[in-house]
């Protein structure tokens, strides 16, 4: 009889339309060996939906930089373009398009010495990473190339960087058999000094690398007095050391709200630039941009052909195959908002930050570790950590869903440690001033829980009342408490 597929059995899978009653919520998903059958396609969604609300909501992540949100129409383009493999440039020759547009617009951004006309000379990454492999790759290639046709050795290539680096450039080093050599920062002093910079610089130091916009702190590097210091070394050794700068976060700040400073194509010795699409240029996770000075800067050996329709696409990547989303994301951002539009933005982060900056420092525990020009983050650490520490302060953040990291300062200054707030475009000034009020909760909890004085109690009845009222608050902290009473 065929009833029972038209009427399933009371209790069957098959007449139950709800995921939650199925049996797919009683088994526990494989973990490390793919299961043996299949699984309807809603229970597997659900399953790992859930399972993904234990990650911490993007938004209140104020440990990263990169972009958690965007609007509607950009993420239908994206969604639009997800199955479009971006290295088919024969195939997506509009994407390919899209893709020259914003190197062009980024470098003439960053005054990049092209003419009207002119094609800039620079590639869409995964990110800054990908981007900085790549600077680095170039530069070495010239310096060896130099090196050889001078007949002197060119085994022993160094990067003179400040102790700050982001940890991609180790990466590079290290994969890349190039010596870093890192000046060391000081207490006060977060970000590197030019003058030590150039110090380090030798014959086989194939560039100095300036970071706008610390990690750390925010803090924008001086590149202008780096050129100069090294206009003059150069000068003196014939050496001709060049400039990078990692602006992978300062790169979409700077050229909006500090229009007059110069740190980019405008000083000689840059030849070339990161930036970080996924940070301020205001796309999700996914995008960088390395950028040439001019077509001198980029040695032909690394660069490689591919014909689309019947023209000639350089490309300078490490990986082949990815997505478009990302580079029609970023083209969508540039066109979106135009200059006014980031100018907005970056000026409403910046305004947020200074706000969290202030509130912290009506708290009075903190020092504050960034300053009021460069990437909008506030850098903060305890002016007494005897009693508690900044480590602390973050782990009980979190449990309030605040993702606020703490991490000890860079060689020279590593035993400051620092809890860091990323002002991001969607941190609201009410979002910002809840974060405020509960960093200040959470200190009034710390100082109940590790009083200064302990009080002091001169007859026994008064040192019991006193003990249990305290042990009322902070029951897990007795066993200490009860050891300083009995002293
Ligand atoms: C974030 C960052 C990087 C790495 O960039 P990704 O885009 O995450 O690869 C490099 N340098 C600095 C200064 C950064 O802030």
Not at 6 to 20: E, I, M, Q, T, V
Not at 184 to 211: F, H, Q, R, W
Not at 330 to 339: M, V, W
Request: one cysteine or more; a neutral charge.
């Amino acid at each position: 009889m065929h009833f029972t597929l038209a009427f399933p059995k009371p209790g069957s899978d098959l007449c139950l339309r709800s995921n939650f009653a199925s049996r797919y919520v009683r088994a526990s998903l494989p973990r490390f060996s793919m299961p043996e059958n299949s699984m309807p396609k809603k229970a597997a969604y659900q399953n790992i939906h859930d399972e993904l609300k234990l990650d911490a909501n993007p938004k209140m992540n104020l440990a990263s930089f990169v972009t958690t949100s965007m609007e509607e129409e950009c993420n239908k383009l994206m969604m639009e373009s997800i199955n479009k493999n971006y290295v088919d440039m024969d195939e997506y020759p509009a994407t390919t398009d899209l893709h020259n547009r914003c190197v062009n617009m980024i470098a003439r951004l960053f005054h990049a010495e092209i003419g009207e006309n002119e094609s800039a000379i620079g590639a869409g990454t995964v990110g800054s990473s990908e981007a900085i492999m790549l600077a680095g790759l170039a530069f070495k290639k010239r310096w060896q190339n130099k090196r050889k046709a001078e007949g002197k050795p060119y085994d022993k290539p160094n990067i003179v960087t400040g102790a700050n680096v982001q940890v991609c450039w180790k990466k590079f080093a290290s994969y890349f058999d190039v010596e870093l050599r890192e000046v060391k920062l000081s207490e006060g002093n977060y970000v590197m000094d030019p003058a030590k910079a150039v110090e380090m610089v030798d014959e086989n130091t194939i560039c100095v690398a300036a970071i706008l916009g610390s990690t750390y702190n925010g803090e924008f590097e001086d590149v202008k007095l780096l050129n100069d210091l090294l206009l003059e070394k150069n000068k003196q050794t014939g050496w001709g050391t060049p400039i990078h700068v990692d602006a992978a976060s300062g790169g979409f700040i700077a050229p909006f709200i500090y229009p007059e400073l110069e740190w980019d194509f405008r000083l000689p010795l840059v030849k070339s630039i990161n930036v970080s699409g996924h940070k301020y240029g205001l796309v999700y996770a996914g995008i960088g941009w390395v950028i040439w000075r001019s077509k001198e800067d980029l040695p032909e050996e690394l660069v490689f052909h591919i014909n689309y329709l019947g023209a000639d696409q350089p490309t300078f990547t490490l990986n082949f195959s990815k997505g478009s989303s990302q580079i029609i994301a970023q083209y969508y951002q540039l066109i979106r908002l135009g200059k006014e539009g980031y100018k907005s933005i970056m000026e409403n982060c910046r305004e947020n930050a200074m706000v969290v900056k202030e509130r912290l420092e009506k708290i009075g525990c903190f020092n504050i570790l960034s300053k009021d020009d460069g990437v909008p983050v506030v850098a903060f650490s305890l002016k007494d950590r005897s009693r508690y520490d900044e480590f602390k302060i973050s782990k009980m953040l979190r449990r309030l869903g605040w993702v606020v990291p703490a991490y000890p300062m860079p060689p020279g200054a590593q035993h400051i440690n620092a809890l860091r707030v990323v002002v991001r475009a969607d941190l609201s000034r009410t979002l910002a001033e809840c974060l405020v009020l509960d960093i200040e909760n959470v200190v009034h909890e710390l100082e109940k829980l590790h009083p200064k004085y302990p009080a002091k109690t001169t007859n026994i009845k008064e040192k019991k009342s006193a003990f249990d009222a305290r042990r009322k608050i902070i029951a897990p902290e007795s066993n200490k408490l009860q050891k300083i009473m009995a002293a």
